[in-house]
């Protein structure tokens, strides 16, 4: 086996190798204290403002894609095999990237803080093939906070910069080196594991399970990551050291998606936005509910397997997973195994999760014709929100007779979890009149005890859950969702359908 | 009339004073080249700081603290409590009551009571939550009505009385009566509390921050350590955002920094960790307001009777301005025949409340505007119709209103903007197409609300209305200016140079803009209360002015004439028919030995302000403004969504628009996320538990209504003479998203009409939930 003691990026041609680094360091400090790169900020050091925004350069299927993501939670050794793009990287020869020059124009800055980590948001989308509307700007926008402007301007430069035809967008330096920096990234590929420190502190990334496995039996009490979008702020927020880290991002195929005939399987190490992109096409509110899950930065980051690994009870994906009857695949000690989500979550903090095991895929069977899908979330911020309820269901029907019910709920106990007396409640029950259905929401009153905390009073929670699952049976009853919520309609009406 | 935000791009404006120009840092903005403090190099041996408090305890007597662990922590270089302060422990920029480090009593949660100084952030940071507290807790007075159980205000109350408000409303033929709760608000600036200190000679200290004001960083410094004034210099380039959260704010920092730097004799940085910066320093004040008025049939209000109860927090900080202010705006834009307004300034054991953009004024309108939506809702008469009924008279009528405060309104612009903003927005359309709408709706709502602003310009504190300026002009013509105002990025470095450029008729570029410092210009105001360019531009004007009259005699002198026949444009200096150029003016006043250095003085003529009496004029002018928002509402999760956004806002005559338009758009986007997402939550202990953006969360685009319609009114120009009769722009756009609460409200109500909402402030899914199932299920009793 080959062992890699350093990591390497590419930075503007270059490639960085950096041996020597502690295991928690973050990409940010690599890139502010080391690197003295002070164009990107920090602003909250929790991925949370988007101020520290870098872009992340990799080869997708051969093609060079760039994602914008949070430099202060991502762990330095995880940008291994990587571009990274900065601010400073994108005037050439002192004239502004296009994207740059349209900021200036609108007026689109104010103290400036925030200004470079928007701009490399936003060169990301300019980076993206295609022509990007208002909604795609915004959703780009979803993880950077501006707090002088009221983001006018800035969607306005974006729009500007972003919505021409492709063959009207100047091309900028990246597109020009496409090629030359697809060679450099691929030049960074190797199949060896990754090893920096030694047996006490180490960053490790191996390249195969079983490498994995032995350094899991070695130190089983080893730090696994993938994203770090959550374990970044156990580092930054919590002041944990943390001393032996295992990234699980080099696992030759845990980052696999496939159609199976028990649906559709996810790898582990999956990003949230990879798996958004096939999941969206099977229900709208699949597509709104991902696409509300964390910001741009944090879905291209952090993954499906993480989400429900670290066993948040307001973790936003399981819930609907849960509904869609979801199963989990763990392995670990040479054993697999499957379980079904909704097992996995035990109490709150505690999952079905063993000494050296870990989350491999998630299965998600397919939604059928007969099925009746439904996800909510309510925050009090419609973009990157933890949510204070998530409600999710999927019916079977046989005509308007319901015969199968599955509700799962985030935010009203530790864990997400399954409602089971409005489940009851509903199967035999008809749609066709609301009366057929008040059994059910009367039944999950009995269902849960949600608790009061900073995001909901668990008064609140109760009271919008009732009225979540009242929308969803009237929605599937027939009455277009333009007349049941505010934002996330179904129907192809865009964002007028109140004007 | 009205001047759209689409700007042409100018190449070379006729005139600098009114061009739409942009941020001077813009092209540094957008290439991250943009220096902010913590980007600055670090000499050699640079240390860190980091402040250590006690998580357990709000409130409490300190009996010890153990601090061995801290300093035996790797890096750890140093580790300040009380004993360490040379001179006064205190920081505040008022009466007294905060300091540095807390010594014997832990008064709220987050309280610093001593400081790591290492040779790393990460060390420093580590080494703080080493300490071990030994605390005697005491149950903490945490919201006002603890307060006021416990007795306890940090100043008088105090109150303004217009007429027999009482009688008024007894004798009223409406009598209505309502309270309502406002949450505060954090200020979120995306750069965080920073300050890098650094010894110079002897006992000099040079101390960069990122303040809103320096001048009293240089001198809280100097009274700290017991240095003289003069021993300290206080440097500001640019803030990455204040909004009053670094008017007082910035200082405690600033100072143990300097104390830092002072015992180690290095250069010392401190930048506070966002969540320690939430947690540590001051926010909106958040307010009960109970309330009693009396109106005639059609809604004129005959009567208002208000109580304000105050969360001040620890101290005192600013809280007496900021409620005052509060005061000061509780009539909003109406002409009350007879009023009381009265406040208490409650102590709480809780971070002490602080300046933040509006300075307590839009909790006193808001007030304004949920009284005026009580009284047209149980009236049943339009929301702007009622509005109307009670603005103050206009700028021409006969009789102008005179305020609870003594103050007469003469320039009120409202009665024509507001027409022309009702007409713009096409409001009495859409109030039928909204009412058609509910009618056929069960579950969502749609409320719309069209709310007018009147702002007054002036720091109440009077003496602080005063600014000074330098201006230097170099040989080759290139002209450097500073002044006491600091940019935040409001654009006033910009609009100074504008003004300072329009003086010499040349272009902005050659007018360099320099950091703001106290050793060029002393004995500042903050950059604070709207008057940035109003201040600071005018003794800038007069500075170059000085300046001009200089060389113009110097220009007489050579081309042969009279100094005030010279000219200067388009960068050329004309006598007759004979001109020289800029910078030949320049080298030819050099050589005629003629100083081409002047420092400009400026007070704000006109205003009075007696605060024992409660009368005067304390405001120069006043601000006006109108927006009109239309929501919809889920009524059964309480989620909303803003469709569209109107707004009419009075610059008097724009310095620069695009700079201009930037503080209204943001300014009410602001005022949106206070009213709407962005809620404060301390739970029993005092703690507050929304501490970071992942639990408090401020607008993001998404939340901005794609249809934003916001145009400047520069019809009414300014009666004052301002700075080329522009007009403050900073803080009134926040109070227009006063409109969208109300459209909330207006959305509610359309569920049970006659009967007022109990909406509070944020309007979260939540707050909107309660206040839907409050008028669809009435309590028995409960005043309809």
């Not at chain 1, 104010?110 to 795609?136: K, N």
């Not at chain 2, 400009?600 to 409660?614: H, L, Q």
Request: proline share 5%; hydrophobic share 45%; with cysteine.
């Amino acid at each position: 086996m080959t062992v890699r003691r350093s990591i390497r990026y590419l930075s503007k041609g270059r490639v960085i190798e950096v041996a020597d680094f502690a295991p928690t360091a973050t990409l940010l400090d690599h890139l502010r204290l080391e690197r003295r790169l002070v164009g990107t900020k920090e602003g909250c050091a929790e991925g949370d403002c988007g101020a520290c925004t870098v872009a992340l350069g990799r080869l997708v299927d051969g093609r060079l894609v760039y994602e914008p993501i949070n430099a202060c939670i991502r762990l330095l050794g995880t940008v291994d095999g990587c571009e990274v793009v900065t601010i400073e990287d994108l005037a050439e020869g002192g004239v502004l990237h296009p994207l740059q020059q349209a900021m200036v124009r609108r007026h689109a800055s104010q103290c400036g803080f925030c200004t470079p980590g928007i701009v490399m948001s936003l060169f990301t989308l300019y980076a993206t093939p295609g022509r990007h509307d208002r909604d795609a700007v915004i959703d780009r926008l979803s993880g950077n906070l501006c707090r002088c402007t009221g983001y006018r301007p800035i969607v306005d430069a974006a729009l500007e910069a972003c919505d021409a035809r492709p063959d009207q967008r100047p091309d900028d330096l990246f597109a020009a080196h496409a090629a030359a920096t697809a060679v450099a990234l691929a030049g960074l590929t190797d199949a060896a594991a990754v090893f920096v420190g030694d047996e006490t502190r180490f960053f490790a990334a191996p390249h195969r399970l079983d490498t994995l496995a032995d350094i899991l039996e070695a130190c089983p009490d080893a730090t696994l990551v993938a994203g770090a979008t959550d374990v970044g702020l156990w580092i930054t927020k919590a002041g944990r050291d943390l001393p032996r880290i295992v990234h699980l991002g080099r696992i030759a195929g845990l980052d696999r998606i496939e159609e199976t005939a028990e649906g559709l399987s996810i790898g582990a190490t999956v990003s949230l936005a990879a798996a958004a992109e096939r999941l969206a096409a099977w229900d709208p509110d699949l597509a709104h509910l991902f696409r509300r899950i964390g910001s741009v930065q944090v879905r291209a980051s952090g993954t499906l397997g993480g989400n429900i690994a670290n066993g948040s009870p307001i973790g936003d994906s399981p819930p609907a997973l849960i509904a869609l009857d979801a199963s989990l695949e763990l392995w670990g000690g040479g054993t697999l195994r499957q379980i079904p989500l909704e097992r996995f979550f035990l109490a709150y903090g505690r999952q079905d999760r063993r000494p050296g095991e870990i989350v491999t895929r998630v299965v998600v069977p397919r939604l059928e014709a007969h099925h009746a899908f439904r996800a909510y979330k309510i925050a009090k911020r419609h973009d990157q929100d933890i949510s204070s309820v998530m409600a999710a269901l999927r019916l079977t029907l046989d005509g308007d007779r319901i015969t199968e019910a599955r509700l799962a709920f985030g935010g009203m106990a530790g864990t997400p979890m399954r409602a089971a007396g409005a489940e009851a409640a509903l199967v035999g029950a008809s749609l066709r009149s609301a009366g057929g259905w008040r059994p059910a929401l009367d039944a999950l009153r009995g269902d849960f005890t949600p608790l009061t905390d900073m995001r909901a009073s668990a008064d609140y929670r109760m009271e919008a859950a009732v009225g979540l699952l009242g929308r969803a049976l009237a929605e599937i009853a027939g009455t277009p969702s333009h007349k049941t919520r505010v934002f996330g309609l179904r129907e192809e009406v865009g964002h007028d359908a109140h004007a | 009339m009205t001047r759209m935000p689409e700007f042409p791009p100018v190449a070379a404006p006729r005139s600098a004073v009114g061009a739409p120009l942009p941020h001077d840092s813009a092209a540094r903005h957008v290439a991250g080249a943009a220096a902010y403090i913590d980007d600055l190099d670090e000499p050699a041996g640079t240390l860190h700081v980091a402040p250590g408090w006690c998580r357990e305890v709000t409130r409490g007597r300190l009996l010890k603290v153990d601090l061995d662990a801290v300093r035996a922590h790797p890096g750890v270089v140093a580790v300040l409590t009380a004993a360490d302060v040379p001179a006064v422990n205190d920081c505040s920029p008022s009466i007294g009551g905060d300091p540095v480090f807390a010594e014997s009593e832990i008064q709220f949660w987050g309280q610093v009571v001593f400081a790591v100084v290492a040779t790393s952030r990460a060390s420093a940071r580590a080494a703080a939550r080493l300490a071990v507290f030994e605390v005697e807790a005491e149950k903490p007075a945490i919201t006002v009505f603890d307060a006021l159980d416990r007795g306890s205000d940090v100043l008088p109350p105090y109150e303004f009385r217009k007429g027999d408000a009482g009688a008024a409303i007894a004798a009223a033929p409406c009598r209505f009566a309502d309270g309502l709760a406002i949450g505060g608000q954090e200020h979120f600036y995306l750069e965080g509390q920073i300050a890098f200190a650094h010894p110079r000679e002897g006992d000099e200290i040079l101390v960069l921050s990122s303040t809103q004001h320096p001048t009293e960083i240089q001198h809280v410094v100097a009274r700290v350590l017991g240095l003289s004034d003069a021993a300290i210099v206080c440097e500001c380039r640019r803030m990455g955002g204040g909004f009053g959260g670094k008017e007082s704010q910035a200082t405690q920092w600033a100072v143990i920094a300097a104390l830092a730097a002072r015992i180690t004799g290095r250069s010392v940085k401190l930048r506070l960790d966002r969540d320690d910066d939430m947690v540590m320093t001051g926010k909106r004040h958040d307010f009960r307001v109970d309330w009693r008025v009396g109106t005639d049939e059609t809604g004129r209000i005959l009567g208002v009777d208000v109580d304000f109860l105050a969360r001040c927090g620890a101290s005192a900080d600013l809280s007496q301005g900021v409620v005052d202010r509060t005061m000061f705006h509780a009539d909003n834009a109406y002409d009350y025949p007879a009023a009381r307004i009265a406040t208490r300034r409650l102590l709480t054991d809780t971070v002490s409340a602080t300046a933040f953009r509006g300075f307590g004024g839009p909790q006193g309108m808001l007030f304004a505007e949920r009284m005026i939506d009580a009284v047209a809702l149980r009236l049943g008469r339009d929301p702007l119709d009622v509005r109307k009924a009670n603005f103050y008279p206009s700028v021409d009528a006969a009789n102008h209103g005179v305020t609870p405060y003594g103050q007469v309104v003469d320039d009120c612009v409202l009665p024509d903007l507001v027409a022309a903003l009702e007409q713009s927005s096409d409001y009495r359309a859409r109030v039928a197409a909204i009412d058609a709408f509910n009618a056929s709706s069960p579950i969502l709502r749609r409320g719309i609300a069209l709310t007018p602003i009147k702002f007054g310009i002036s720091f109440t504190l009077t003496h602080l209305n005063q600014a000074g300026a330098l201006v230097n002009v170099y040989s080759d013509g290139s002209v450097t200016v500073n002044h006491g105002g600091t940019e935040m990025g409001q654009g006033l470095y910009v609009k100074v140079a504008q003004v300072v450029a329009e003086v010499f008729a040349i272009p902005v570029a050659q007018v360099r803009i320099t950091a703001t410092t106290t050793g060029k210009v002393p004995n500042t105001a903050p950059t604070a209360a709207s008057s940035g360019s109003d201040l600071n531009g005018m003794a800038a004007q007069i500075a170059a002015e000085e300046i001009r009259d200089r060389m113009a005699v110097v220009v007489a002198h050579l081309l042969g004439g009279e100094p005030r026949a010279v000219t200067f444009a388009g960068g050329r200096a004309r006598l007759g028919d004979r001109d020289l150029s800029f910078a030949d003016v320049a080298r030819q006043c050099t050589l005629a030995r003629v100083s081409l250095s002047a420092t400009g003085f400026y007070s704000t003529p006109d205003i009075t302000w007696d605060r024992a009496e409660a009368h005067g004029r304390p405001f120069y002018y006043y601000a006006y403004g109108a927006a009109c928002s239309e929501v919809v509402i889920d009524t059964l999760t309480g989620e909303m969504r803003v469709l569209r956004v109107d707004i009419l806002h009075d610059v008097g005559r724009s310095l620069n628009p695009a700079i201009d338009l930037g503080q209204i758009e943001g300014g009410f986007v602001q005022g949106l996320g206070w009213l709407t997402t962005e809620e404060l939550v301390w739970d029993s202990r005092g703690r507050l538990r929304t501490h970071a953006p992942s639990t408090y969360k401020i607008p993001t685009a998404f939340d901005v209504p794609a249809d934003f319609r916001v145009a400047l009114w520069e019809d009414g120009g300014n009666r004052v003479a301002s700075v080329h009769r522009s007009k403050a722009v900073g803080e009134p756009p926040v109070m227009l998203a006063i409109s969208v609460h109300s459209a909330i409200l207006r959305a509610i109500a359309s569920l049970a009409p006659g009967v007022v909402p109990p909406l509070e402030a944020p309007a979260t899914p939540e707050a909107i939930l309660a206040a839907v199932r409050a008028v669809k299920h009435p309590v028995e009793g409960a005043p309809a």
